[in-house]
């Protein structure tokens, strides 16, 4: 029999549940030690009986975990368990099973090459969003040579929440400082948290406020001009809410997905803001929006802003359909131009 | 006084980044995800980032799930596809002939090099009348 060497903490339960998992895969497995590979089938079929989505993933990802690792191929799946990872196993699983996404599970995730620290229920940054990240950045790159721009800027992240889009704009950008608000106080930790990860933080002012308020806009704006202002805001409609998957609607902030009725009350007021935060014809803003919303912007900003918005691109995302947003701002919020 | 010649080898030295891989078309290529239907977006929480790539004129197809961004596997799919389209279009041209043979040449180089320090280390123990006890 193998002996291991046990902690100050928790040595007993760990021992059970590391006793359990020896009973439950010896019957099958001929009576020798489970290895890493057993724990994985095992959990992959309790997912899969469960009706939990993305069975093998889920699985994958926190074995990975487990081990200390970010992905299933990194792993030796012919090791032997150990009492350590039998315990955090059981622990991340039994969350799984409660339809908690992985991301918080494990604490973390990658956007582009950065890894993100991860708490719920801050919203876990998406794949449309490391488009959103791409665009702003060619933006930036697409200023003629001649232009200081991709050397020095200025960059405001609405609606923060992990700190994605500030943090990899500012890894990329060395030269540029940035601005992120989040309405959500936990957000704002993790915006920092994920900004000091990545030593960018020296560069990022984070904010805590609601952006319907004069205030929070004021503050923004004193920071300003902006040459660039990027946001996934909330956007889907009450509707859409009640029949998101369970791992949305019972565990990420409802502050970050509900855009109200329509999906875009902080999309109007974004743009209602927009041409006093970005600088004059050079200032852009990026936003990605739910399915259709970027038609409803356009139109908005012909029919209303017109005078101080102008509607550049709308850009497709992976899927072939319109989520992206691209924007300048006419003249200075005073009419100067 | 010994003259000595120093004996340098000329290598040609290739490198991914410097190489230039053929350009990959986005009309050329069918991208496909591990996604349902649905609107996606912040109303879908995935965790299998996993890319396949078709190239149409080629037939050649590519997957890649090496990390937990999509973004990256996308990235990742789009060199390996430029690395397997080089080999078909360049041949023994290609970055990875130019390598295999490159490396190649090098061991079989290191090779003679630890067979000529063997003669030395023989020579120089039959100068000094040693024999392989005295080591």
Request: charged share 25%.
């Amino acid at each position: 029999m193998v002996l291991f060497i046990h902690g100050r903490h928790g040595y007993a339960a760990s021992l059970t549940i590391f006793r359990q998992c020896l009973r439950r895969h010896s019957s099958s497995f001929g009576g020798s030690l489970p290895t890493l590979g057993d724990v994985l089938a095992h959990w992959t079929q309790n997912f899969r009986e469960r009706g939990i989505d993305e069975p093998e993933s889920s699985a994958e990802l926190i074995l990975a975990h487990a081990v200390d690792k970010n992905m299933v191929h990194e792993v030796d799946l012919s090791r032997a368990m150990t009492k350590t990872v039998a315990a955090r196993m059981e622990h991340m699983c039994r969350r799984r099973m409660k339809r908690e996404p992985v991301a918080y599970i494990i604490g973390e995730w990658d956007f582009h090459d950065l890894t993100l620290h991860i708490r719920p229920p801050v919203l876990i940054p998406r794949p449309e969003t490391e488009e959103l990240a791409a665009l702003a950045l060619a933006g930036v790159h697409a200023c003629g040579s001649g232009s200081k721009l991709r050397e020095s800027g200025a960059l405001l992240d609405v609606g923060s929440g992990s700190g994605a889009l500030a943090v990899f704009l500012l890894t990329r950008l060395p030269g540029w400082r940035g601005v992120s608000v989040d309405i959500s106080p936990v957000a704002c930790e993790l915006t920092t948290l994920n900004a000091r990860r990545h030593r960018v933080f020296d560069r990022l002012s984070v904010h805590q406020g609601d952006i319907h308020l004069d205030s929070t806009f004021r503050d923004l704006a004193s920071a300003g001009p902006y040459d660039i202002v990027v946001s996934n805001p909330p956007y889907i409609t009450e509707a859409e809410m009640a029949a998101l998957q369970p791992e949305v609607a019972l565990h990420e902030d409802r502050g970050a997905l509900c855009g109200g009725t329509d999906g875009m009350v902080v999309t109007r007021r974004l743009l209602n803001m927009a041409a006093s935060l970005l600088r004059p014809h050079t200032g852009r803003l990026y936003l990605e929006l739910g399915l259709g919303q970027p038609a409803e912007v356009e139109r908005l900003v012909r029919h209303g802003l017109h005078d101080r918005l102008r509607y550049l691109h709308t850009r497709k995302d992976f899927t072939n359909r319109e989520r992206f947003c691209e924007l300048a701002a006419c003249s200075g919020a005073d009419g100067s131009s | 006084m010994r003259s000595s010649v120093v004996c340098v080898s000329v290598s040609r030295h290739i490198s991914r980044k410097t190489y230039s891989w053929p350009e990959v078309r986005d009309s050329d290529i069918e991208e496909e995800f591990m996604r349902g239907g649905g609107p996606g977006g912040q109303s879908v929480a995935k965790t299998n980032n996993c890319v396949q790539l078709k190239h149409i004129p080629s037939g050649i197809v590519v997957k890649c799930h090496e990390t937990r961004s999509q973004s990256e596997n996308r990235k990742k799919a789009r060199e390996r596809l430029a690395y397997h389209l080089d080999i078909l279009y360049n041949g023994e041209n290609s970055f990875d002939a130019i390598n295999k043979r490159d490396r190649a040449e090098k061991k079989w180089k290191a090779g003679n090099k630890a067979e000529k320090i063997r003669d030395l280390k023989r020579q120089f123990k039959r100068r000094e009348g040693l024999t392989t006890k005295d080591f």
